[in-house]
Each structure stands twice: as C-alpha cells, then as structure tokens.
T-cell receptor, first 111, second 114 residues
Framework: EDQVTQSPEALRLQEGESSSLNCSYTVSGLRGLFWYRQDPGKGPEFLFT???AGEEKEKERLKATLTKKESFLHITAPKPEDSATYLC????????????FGTGTRLKVLA | EAQVTQNPRYLITVTGKKLTVTCSQNMNHEYMSWYRQDPGLGLRQIYYSMNVEVTDKGDVPEGYKVSRKEKRNFPLILESPSPNQTSLYFC?????????????FGPGTRLTVL
C-alpha cells in the first residue's frame, strides 16, 4: 500500500536554530514528491517538487532533498515567519494521478 | 488574479440535507481535485479530474459525488451528509495531471453536519 509518513509531528525551534523535517514514503513507483507549506486557516502553498533520488532544490532558507525512500526539508537559520505546517505529498506511478499526503509537521519558530 | 475559489466558506447543515460546494478556477487548468482535512489524518483526496468529463476516485470517495462538465468548475456534492463528513474541504487545480505542475489550493470550506 502506498504510504507517506512525516516526522516529527511538531517541532519548536529558536530563531536561527537549523533543523530538518522528514518525509518517508512507500510507493511502487514515484512520479513526484511535493512539499507544501500551510498557514492556519489557509490552503497549502506549493514549495518544491522532486522527481528522482539525489535531486535537491532550494528556496531562501529551505532546501529539499530526495532519496529512494525519504525526503528531507532542511530549514537553515529559521525566522518566526517560517512557522507553519509543512506537508509532504507523493504521486505514485500506480493509478492515473492520485496524491497521497502525509499528516504534516507543525513548526513553531520562537523569536 | 489567478485563483481557485470555493463557496460557501462556512456551512452548518443537518444530517441528510443535500448540499453542493462549488469550486472554480480561472487559470484554464485541466486537473482539479477535492480534499478533506481532519486533525491527525492530514489531507486526503476525495475525487480528482484529469479533464472535462473525466473523474477518478481518491482515497475517501464514499458519500461524495463530483461532476466536471466545464473546465473551470468542479463541484462537490454531498447527497445525504452525515456527521462524519464534518471537515475542512479544499479544492485544488493544476495545469495538468503531471508532476511538472504544482497544485493551487482554494481557501477552504469548513463544513459542520449536525
């Protein structure tokens, strides 16, 4: 069964304290892995798409990496405005084009 | 402004009273999708549509219906709502059903079924 697991569920960081969020996945084949950011009461916003193991993408303080079994979202020197829930999703090769989301990591960055 | 809109944003209803949540996008996107979000369960896909007249079940389609008669609209229909359908619902769209295309999400519809 296709599955996505994110850890930790919640994370509190001091401003400037770097860390990583994990997304482990089990799929028969991978079309793509997506990272989204969700602020309270709002719809998710797209951050990155990764397609194959070894790929990396960066945007400001965020860097996403991908292996054959997991993806990491590295946050370097976070600021309070980085506080949000970060969601990981995969699209497996089985089926037409179905998204499977993890339950997310709630990040709180303290000033 | 490019956007996905949903209506209503908030809805309180009673068990068994049919309702429709509308979703519309102005970006000429082919792919549209409905999700529900529940605490501890995350976002789960209900139905998706690769293009007009083409729809497929997601992980949690029971109790829901959809139709895609026009490219811009993808309404979600609850024929006989039950309390376990109380949730936060999101509509999303992307240029095509391809991993090269990001999904754009609507603002959400908070539904309470009493």
């Amino acid at each position: 069964e296709d599955q996505v697991t994110q850890s930790p569920e919640a994370l509190r960081l001091q401003e400037g304290e770097s860390s990583s969020l994990n997304c482990s996945y089990t799929v028969s084949g991978l079309r793509g892995l997506f990272w989204y950011r969700q602020d309270p009461g709002k719809g998710p916003e797209f951050l990155f798409t990764l397609y194959s193991a070894g790929e990396e993408k960066e945007k400001e303080r965020l860097k996403a990496t991908l292996t054959k079994k997991e993806s990491f979202l590295h946050i370097t020197a976070p600021k309070p405005e980085d506080s949000a829930t970060y969601l990981c999703a995969v699209v497996p090769t089985s089926g037409t084009y179905k998204y499977i989301f993890g339950t997310g990591t709630r990040l709180k960055v303290l000033a | 402004e490019a956007q996905v809109t949903q209506n209503p944003r908030y809805l309180i209803t009673v068990t068994g009273k049919k309702l429709t949540v509308t979703c519309s996008q102005n970006m000429n996107h082919e792919y549209m999708s409905w999700y529900r979000q529940d605490p501890g369960l995350g976002l789960r896909q209900i139905y998706y549509s690769m293009n007009v007249e083409v729809t497929d079940k997601g992980d949690v389609p029971e109790g829901y219906k959809v139709s895609r008669k026009e490219k811009r609209n993808f309404p979600l229909i609850l024929e006989s709502p039950s309390p376990n359908q109380t949730s936060l619902y999101f509509c999303a769209s992307s240029l095509a059903g391809s991993s090269y295309n990001e999904q754009f999400f609507g603002p959400g519809t908070r539904l309470t079924v009493l």
